[in-house]
Each structure stands twice: as structure tokens, then as C-alpha cells.
């Protein structure tokens, strides 16, 4: 199957938005602070966002709350160097629901890293940003995980699209990774000296168990 450009539905929906003066509503679901790093400096000139921290994911409990730390963190970094207010970023955390997460993945602990098992995770968060943005009017919903070089861009851009056709409201293709925007993460992460943590998030991703 032909893989599709993303990045390229990303630049014409920006364009497009642009030709008819729109500043769209945006809640965009972070992993974390360095990877929303580039997405938030990107983005932010051409989207009023609200940046949305729901990863049950995250094991164990103080490493998630470190991370929504750094993030929050960022965010007011960031927004100290906005001066007009229409875009400055929010914030909302979700529930940091473990169970719900160990819910989604019962039966693939064992499955490799990056497969089936990191895929029901992509939904799990996309589906509760996807309802999260529909509850509260945004115009568009959309995530940081396809900047970092080790996950699928096609699976969660696929993931997004189905879930955006259940909930009505639209979803913002992306494929963050391009024009170097890892690496602009690393010299961004550098730039505020954000924690930049060593694995994915879960416990399988670093292979502990309680």
C-alpha cells in the first residue's frame, strides 16, 4: 500500500485555513513536553490550542506526574513569549486512569514494542482527545505522536481518521517528524531544558512490572 503524505495534507489544510483568515480551534493531545515542543512552535501561528495531557499510559505514577509537570511547564514558558492573546495555548489535564489502560492491553503484554498493543494505546488517547474536543467545541483535535521516529505516522493518522468519522469533528492530519521536526524538538528541549525521558511511557515499553 502507498504511504500518504501527511505532511502535505497538514501544509494545505494550513494554507487553506490561511486564504480564508480561520484561526481554528485546536486540542492537541501531547505525549509529552518535548514532543510538543516543535508541534506548539509550529502550530501555534496558525491555531488556537489547547494542549490536552491524557496518558494512562504512563508508569509509574511519578513519572507521570513529573511529565505533566514539564509540560505545563513549557506551556507557560511558551506563552510568556506570546503577546497577543488569541494565541496563547491552554491546558487540560485528563484523568490519569491506569486501569483503563491496562483495560485496553490485556493480552498483548508481550507483544513487541511498537505493534498491536502500542496501537490500542494510540486509540485509547486519540479516542478520549476525540471526545474531549467534541464535549468542548473545538473545531479539531490532533496529536504529538507522530513527531518521534519510532512510531507508525500512517497507523495513527489512520487511527484518527476512523475516529474522527465515530465522533464528527474533524481530525488534523500530520506527520510531525518531517522538516526535521525531531530534531527541532531536541534543540527546543535544549533550549528549556525540559526532561526528556527514556521510554515510551508504559511499564512494557521499559519492561518492569508492579
Not at 489502560?101 to 514494542?113: A, D, I, S
Amino acid at each position: 500500500m502507498q504511504k500518504i503524505n501527511y505532511q502535505k495534507i497538514l501544509d494545505e489544510t494550513i494554507k487553506n485555513n490561511q486564504s480564508q483568515n480561520l484561526l481554528p480551534t485546536l486540542l492537541l493531545h501531547s505525549c509529552c513536553a518535548p514532543c510538543s515542543s516543535y508541534c506548539l512552535d509550529y502550530l501555534s501561528k496558525y491555531f488556537k490550542i489547547t494542549v490536552y495531557y491524557y496518558n494512562p499510559n504512563i508508569y509509574p505514577p511519578e513519572e507521570y506526574s513529573h511529565r505533566v509537570s514539564e509540560q505545563q511547564r513549557l506551556i507557560c514558558l511558551l506563552n510568556d513569549n506570546i503577546s497577543d492573546d488569541k494565541f496563547k495555548i491552554g491546558f487540560i489535564e485528563g484523568p490519569f486512569e491506569r486501569d483503563v489502560f491496562y483495560e485496553t492491553v490485556k493480552g498483548m503484554e508481550n507483544l513487541p514494542e511498537g505493534g498491536e498493543r502500542c496501537f490500542k494505546c494510540y486509540e485509547l488517547r486519540l479516542r478520549h482527545a476525540a471526545q474531549t474536543a467534541k464535549e468542548n467545541h473545538f473545531d479539531c483535535f490532533t496529536t504529538t505522536l507522530t513527531l518521534s521516529p519510532l512510531k507508525n505516522s500512517q497507523k495513527i493518522n489512520e487511527i484518527g481518521r476512523k475516529i474522527s468519522d465515530e465522533y464528527g469533528i474533524a481530525y488534523l492530519f500530520s506527520d510531525f517528524k518531517k522538516n526535521e521536526g525531531f530534531k527541532k524538538s531536541i534543540e527546543l528541549s535544549h533550549k528549556f531544558n525540559l526532561y526528556r525521558q527514556n521510554y515510551c511511557g508504559c511499564e512494557y515499553s521499559i519492561g518492569l512490572r508492579d
